[in-house]
């Protein structure tokens, strides 16, 4: 291969990958999902690293009681992160098609098996509170001065000084 060939066919990869690159960072900002609740009570919206960016309750949400509620808002989230990171995948995948990096991408998203409607928007149990520990008997009574200061209790660490005002002149804008 004389050497002017070579360069013209690095410049075609070259200018492909830079359309790839471009492609990619254009699908990568539109990736985010937004996902509603088969109820319509939650709609949940993610950017494309799966950040919550909004949610939005309807009418139905305040029926549902709050560890119903909690579960729903859950499931959603989940779906929508799922849905942003598949777009993140398909935006990823003409650039790093066969890469380690797409098997990276690709092993990050959740298996579709792994989800159990029934146990996600269940009420959740919840256990009986512990009893509260046997308080210790009280020390017998102290003669004098004694009894006085066992009977105060321990007193505060000194609050550090405030600066002087010369001293906060410059943390003050007026």
Do not use: C
Request: no cysteine; proline share 11%; charged share 25%.
């Amino acid at each position: 291969m004389d050497p002017q060939q070579w360069l013209d066919n690095f410049e075609a990869k070259l200018a492909d990958l830079q359309r790839k690159s471009a492609d990619l960072q254009e699908n990568f900002e539109n990736s985010q999902a937004t996902v509603s609740s088969p109820d319509g009570a939650v709609t949940i919206t993610v950017g494309p690293n799966g950040g919550l960016l909004n949610i939005q309750l309807g009418h139905r949400a305040t029926e549902l009681g709050s560890a119903r509620l909690t579960a729903l808002i859950m499931q959603t989230a989940r779906t929508a992160q799922k849905q942003a990171a598949q777009r993140v995948m398909a935006a990823f995948e003409p650039l790093g098609e066969g890469t380690e990096a797409m098997r990276m991408v690709s092993d990050a998203i959740p298996d579709d098996d792994v989800e159990d409607d029934e146990r996600d928007y269940a009420e959740p149990e919840y256990a009986a509170p512990e009893p509260e520990p046997a308080r210790p008997a009280p020390a017998p009574a102290q003669p004098g001065w004694q009894a006085q200061a066992a009977a105060q209790p321990p007193s505060r660490p000194a609050r550090p000084s405030r600066p002087a005002d010369d001293e906060d002149d410059d943390n003050q804008p007026w």
